[in-house]
């Protein structure tokens, strides 16, 4: 059997580590303890985030981590859990993972980011293509896009991947493609071939500065999902027109339907970490630190007014509820209903995702 005891003891069968930096993923791992240093044997999908963020914390321990040839460390994992129990999970592994301890951790950049979101495009890709909700969502906030672009305006998207709503306008458009992922602008090249020629593709490699001054500044989740949202004032500030357009969409901290569903699935920790406003990559979508906010949260921009503010998904079920889209997907009337339920001034606070349109007015500021 193998032993997964809670326990933050570095002599016990297991102990509790949080991956750092973006993820905060908290495992429980089988481990040996060798000359100060902790030893693990990498098996599962935090093998890859340690590997773009290699940074951790035990208790209030914080850790850098080494992969090494497991060499002699074989035969401490062999003396504490058994033979057994060594043949049966890591036979044939060769590399482990040594954390040693360390003085703190760095602040991880878009750079860090950008690493993540290249693993997992083609698979989001897939998810937009083949899911009813993701299309719905992206609908949604293509037609708020739609009232107020217009034939000939400068659109700048922070955060697009790679099939940005903006492409389904159906308008002429001088666009600038943002991205922190190589990858996602590489796909995003790929599927609009001809448009290539009017658009700027820009990867963002630090804290870029924009030349240019847009029509609209637009970003559907990606970068408003940054832990710093401020970071968009200096943008508003210097990259977006007097009189011009702040739209976009974010995870609402209140998603009453989603909330429902996981209370009822038993995941409590869900239910905490989305109303606290930072899910963990144990529980994220996206399986990086997610930060779902409040429903009106840019209503504390000064130089900013809101003109148009709805919900999207108040009584159609988040899109990672396969079996319960399905049902819904069959009812083309659900999808009307909950439109107009997302522009009750009321309902649409309860809804997954928020999406908005503000005019910038004067100087932008978060008030304090």
């Known amino acids: 059997m193998r032993p997964y005891l809670y326990s933050e003891k570095y002599n016990d069968r297991s102990i509790r580590l949080t991956i750092g930096g973006p993820f905060q993923r908290e495992l429980r791992l089988n481990f040996v303890e060798s000359d100060g240093k902790i030893i693990v044997i ?3 999908e935090w093998v890859d985030e340690l590997k773009i963020y290699p940074f951790a914390k035990v208790g209030s321990t914080y850790l850098r981590a080494y992969f090494e040839n497991i ?30 301890p360390t003085d703190g951790e760095p602040e991880y950049n878009l750079d860090i980011l950008g690493k993540i979101f290249d693993r997992v495009v083609d698979d989001y890709i897939v998810e937009i293509q083949s899911n009813w909700v993701q299309r719905y969502m992206r609908e949604q906030t293509t037609r708020l896009l739609n009232e107020y672009a217009t034939d000939g305006c400068s659109i700048i998207d922070l955060g697009c991947g790679p099939n940005s ?12 493609e943002v991205d922190a ?18 658009v700027k593709w820009i990867l963002v490699e630090g804290n ?20 710093d949202p401020k970071k968009i004032v200096n943008i508003l500030n210097y990259n977006l027109k007097k009189g011009g357009y702040f ?11 989603d ?19 930072k899910l963990t990559a144990n529980y994220s979508r996206y399986n990086s630190l997610s930060f779902p906010r409040e429903p009106g949260f840019f209503d504390t921009l000064d130089g900013m007014e809101r003109v148009s503010m709805a919900g999207v998904c ?17 009812l083309d009337f659900i999808k009307r209903i909950d439109s107009a339920v997302g522009h009750l001034p009321i309902l649409w606070s309860c809804s997954d995702y928020i999406i908005f349109a503000y005019r910038k007015t004067g100087a932008v500021n978060f008030r304090s």
């Open 42 to 44: 990498p098996t599962g």
């Open 71 to 100: 060499g002699n460390y074989a035969k401490l994992f062999t003396d504490k859990y058994g033979k057994e129990h060594f043949d049966r999970y890591f036979k044939g592994v060769e590399s482990i993972v040594v954390f040693q």
């Open 165 to 176: 709503e903006v492409f389904s306008l159906g308008k002429r458009v001088r666009l600038t």
């Open 181 to 198: 992922s190589e990858v996602s602008l590489r796909r995003s090249k790929e599927m609009h071939p001809k448009a290539e020629a009017d």
């Open 208 to 227: 870029e500065n924009f030349s240019e001054t847009y029509d609209i500044v637009f970003s559907s989740y990606g970068f408003l999902n940054l832990e």
């Open 247 to 257: 739209i976009g969409s974010f995870l609402n901290k209140y998603g009453l339907l």
């Open 259 to 277: 909330l429902f569903l996981n209370f009822v699935q038993g995941r409590g920790g869900y239910v905490r970490e989305r109303i606290s406003g």
């Open 314 to 330: 108040s009584i159609i079920p988040p899109y990672n509820y396969k079996k319960l889209i399905s049902m819904a997907s069959k």
